[in-house]
């Protein structure tokens, strides 16, 4: 599904090698062919909601299951819908079945420590996905490159006020959650931007907030409050696409929807018919399916009794360990380019170009 502009080189930095063992599901154990080594073992994978993207609940367990299944290896994936104790539940039981390696996303680094400990004790092998469980200790780590993907929502914050000749504008931050070391790395890389703007005067920093979780419901709270407060709000950085369509929604209540820019990041359905609806300015798209590739071409090497070299490294900021890596490049989306995320299979055509979406679709190049 992955082609073209967004084939990613980073997978490469896997070093090379066959994958082959015996089965695999999502949410329960199958066997789907493949060797009968006894010696291959069976992968768990924790996904951390519904709620917070898509992606956790429909693209990553897609991508996973048909990785782990065209390599023959057994997996039970699950999702712990948000709820911390449910995660460390899904966790106790995948670690007393026996598997042999254990890929978490986890809800926060204290509940993904207490996790990777248990593992780790049980002799299991861990791996980090998607974010980086602080002092989790976890033997590999395959995310995207976080800082980057900041850098970028701040290069076309600024890139879209630009084009709307904004003179001196107040920017409002809406950021990721505080317990998500993913949202710290994007803030740093939009901030890398966006503060020497604020320094010189070319911006003005306005409200600047965290959401708990991710909860898009709590973002458009945050964000009314933000605008009741501070009426000349003319941008606004928010961290993904959910919080952005809740900034958007706010925004259509005081007719400002599209004469405020607002960023976004994971290309959601609802993310990319915002920009084509011209309500919000970019987001950045992330090849989910090269990611669930890499880690799983990493789990199954670790299921075999193998280890895998990574040529990257993440040093840990609150146990200063480094952690080998593959971290995968992401790509801005802004309205001529939506079209890209679609030809490279991420969402279809027809879920993106639906009712008055059709149109708007034909008059960017989507056909």
Known sequence: MRKGMFALAAVGLLAAGSTAACGGDSGSDSGSGGTSGSSVGKVGVILPDTASSQRWGSDDPKFLKAAFDAAGVSA?????????????????????????????????SGTGKAVLDKAKQAGIATIDYDRLTLNGGAQYYVSFDNTAVGKLQGEGLAKCLTDMKASKPVVAELNGSPTDNNATLFKQGYDSVLKPKYESGEYVK?????????????????????????????????????????????????SLNGKVPVTGQDATVQGLQNILAGDQCMTVYKAIKQEADAAAD????????????????????ESNAEVPSVLLDPKPIYKDSVKDVIADGFVTKDQVCTGDFAKLCTENGIS
């Open 76 to 108: 039970d994936i699950q999702n712990a819908q948000g709820d911390k104790s449910q995660f460390q539940t899904i966790a106790d039981g995948m670690i007393s079945s026996g598997v042999k390696v254990l890929m978490i996303v986890n809800l926060d």
């Open 206 to 254: 306005g409200p600047d907030q965290s959401v708990p979780d991710w909860d898009n419901a709590q973002a458009a709270t945050i964000f009314e409050q933000m605008l009741t407060q501070n009426k000349n709000i003319k941008g606004v950085l928010a961290a993904n696409d959910g919080l952005g369509n809740a900034a958007i929604s706010v925004l259509k209540k005081q």
């Open 298 to 317: 990493l789990a199954i090497s670790l299921a075999k009794g193998e280890q895998k070299q990574v040529s990257q490294k993440v040093t840990d900021p």
